[in-house]
């Protein structure tokens, strides 16, 4: 059984910073790619960033680009995502969310994603 755990949430004013971390247990297996969803209340679940685990391209939706950054450490099966310049409307549970399956594209659809965390809360205040 593969888990992803995410932290770092938490409640946070306009204009500032979180980092969240999640980090991946259990059986071992090999992620290809490993991405960050969010979804606010009444709204659907949509894409943040993703980070493919080979070569380490980053993917971004338009509405973070330049405020977040996504990143991984390897070793510890573990990813980032360096959120700055916080906005009220970034406030949502984000979800982390990776891939077992071997194969290129598709970084912001969720079907794409085999495993997911339980979700953290982030909360900006304006």
């Known amino acids: 059984q593969v888990q992803l755990v995410e932290s770092g949430g938490g409640l946070v004013q306009a204009g500032g910073s979180l980092r969240l971390s999640c980090a991946a247990s259990?059986?071992?297996?090999?992620?290809?790619?490993m991405g960050w969803f969010r979804q606010a209340p009444g709204k659907e679940r949509e894409f943040v960033a993703a980070i493919r685990w080979i070569g380490g391209s980053t993917y971004y939706a338009d509405s973070v680009k330049g405020r977040f950054t996504i990143s991984r450490d390897n070793a510890k099966n573990t990813v980032f995502l360096q959120m700055n310049s916080l906005k009220p409307e970034d406030t949502a549970v984000y979800y982390c969310?990776?891939?077992?399956?071997?194969?290129?594209?598709?970084?912001?659809?969720?079907?794409?994603?085999?495993?997911w965390g339980q979700g953290t809360q982030v909360t900006v205040s304006s």
């Open positions: 259990g059986r071992t297996i090999k992620m290809y790619a």
């Open positions: 969310a990776g891939r077992g399956r071997f194969y290129f594209g598709d970084y912001d659809l969720s079907h794409a994603y085999d495993y």
